[in-house]
Nanobody
Framework: QVQLVESGGGLVQPGGSLRLSCAAS????????ARWYRQAPGKERELVAS???????TYTDSVKGRFSVSRDNAKNTLYLQMSSLKPEDTAVYYC??????????WGQGTQVTVSS
């Protein structure tokens, strides 16, 4: 059974940092591309960052220079390091794994709240 378990969310002050993790099991992690999405209340889900199976990363403009996506294939884990957080980064963050034409897999989401 495939499971993606996210952790690391929470409440942080503006300017602070958090690191999200997404631990995968029951799946061949290393061959899959991976993405982080977020969804704020009343808004559509937004692609934040992605990393291919060979480590190529991309970011949405609003997080460039502040967020960093990485992966540890030995631990089957995806990470999102978030720094200089802003209130507009508040959202539920989801990890996603994809591979060719097979179905995507999603985590359950972790809440990130940036507030003073």
């Amino acid at each position: 059974q495939v499971q993606l378990v996210e952790s690391g969310g929470g409440l942080v002050q503006p300017g602070g940092s958090l690191r999200l993790s997404c631990a995968a099991s029951g799946i061949i992690f290393s061959i899959r591309g991976a993405r982080w999405y977020r969804q704020a209340p009343g808004k559509e889900r937004e692609l934040v960052a992605s990393i291919t199976s060979n480590g190529i990363t991309t970011y949405t403009d609003s997080v460039k220079g502040r967020f960093s996506v990485s992966r540890d294939n030995a631990k089957n884990t995806l990470y999102l390091q978030m720094s200089s957080l802003k209130p507009e980064d508040t959202a539920v963050y989801y990890c996603n794994l994809y591979y060719a034409r097979t179905p995507d897999y999603w985590g359950q989401g972790t809440q990130v709240t940036v507030s003073s």
